[in-house]
């Protein structure tokens, strides 16, 4: 039995009335599945706050989990004039399961209905979810709901996109963020004989030529999976934000503390980096730590950690030029400053690092500050001289 059949016998009360040839009766095609809880371990317990830790979106206080409806299209094309969403899928937690449901266009002249079935759908909703939604499925959904002078007012809600949330946390360690990948990587859920995205227009222009139904079913259960996962993996997104200390990989805690810092969760984004310290991104979160600490005001916490640094040997030449300019305009102490700035000149000119250029700018600049402190310290200790002579001059005619 294909899955094209099992929705039909599982969800067969949901699907649209068969057409008999007049408008009161015509509609898009409508599949509905239940899939099991135990697939979607965690997920009603989800908090708003949460998501508000992980999205920009403006999450209503008191989010339900049920009110969050996730959402995917498939479509004739990459986007542009006349690309247009032939099936839609919308799914979303009840107390026995989650739900999916998918309207399909059998042909052009049934856009109307199955816009207005998703129109219908979103009404009940709190929230979007969506993967790469931004940019690509709601800006569809709007510019075909435009053309078929559908109201559009359904889609203005808050939007959780899951890839932007996917690139801040992953794309340091993993690279591309794509659906797939993470399930395979992220979840441990790799697909199998799943159906490239990329073939998904070709099949469905097959389709309208022969009308062999059956062309459809890998694109229905590619999008049924689809759904599903933007569940589970939002899921798995809030577990981290809310228990760093269980990621396995320091690349990922230290994503995390750098977009909870970006969203000004100053504290939660200095967990993650103490967390990520302990790691490979040691150098790297440490001196996130210690700017964090001076964009607040605390610059003997940031210097204290600038030193731990040196003291260990991490960082390179970074921290001792953030201590060089400590000691140089919070401590005034130029020898102290000089010291720092010589070594760090020492430490470039040794490894030479990073970009060419780069580095070649900061040993000039390195240069230009210890030239100002010794200059300091010279014209210092020639007024100390003075008023030393001076003094002695004083004394003798006191005399």
Known sequence: MNLRDKLRMVGGHNESAARTGTEENRDCRHLAVVRPMTEFPGALEVRAETIRRMSRAEIPEDLDPRKILYLDTETTGLGGAGTVAFLVGMGYLTDNGFEVHQFLMRDYDEEGYLLRHVAAGLEKFDVICTFNGATFDLPLLESRMLMNREPRG?????????????????????????????????????????????????????????????????????????????????????????????????????????????LRYTEDARKCYRLARKGRMGAEASGALARSYRRAGDREEAARIWQEMINTHRGGAHPYIEMAKYYEHVKRDDRAALEMTDRAIALLSETRLGDGLAVQETENELQYRRRRLKRRIAARAERAEQEEDYGTADRIQGQ
């Open 154 to 262: 359904c889609l203005d809600k808050p939007h959780i996109d899951l890839l932007q949330i996917a690139r801040r946390l992953w794309k340091k360690r993993l690279g591309a963020c794509n659906l797939g990948r993470l399930e395979a990587l992220i979840l441990g859920q790799p697909r199998e004989d799943d159906m490239p995205g990329s073939e998904v227009p070709a099949r469905y222009f097959e389709y309208l030529k022969t009308k062999r139904e059956d062309l459809l079913d890998d694109i229905l259960r590619h999008n049924a999976q689809d759904i599903a996962s933007l569940c589970v993996l939002l899921t798995h997104m809030a577990g981290m934000y809310e228990h760093p200390e269980n990621v396995h990989y320091s690349e990922d805690v230290y994503s995390m503390g750098r977009s909870l810092e970006k």
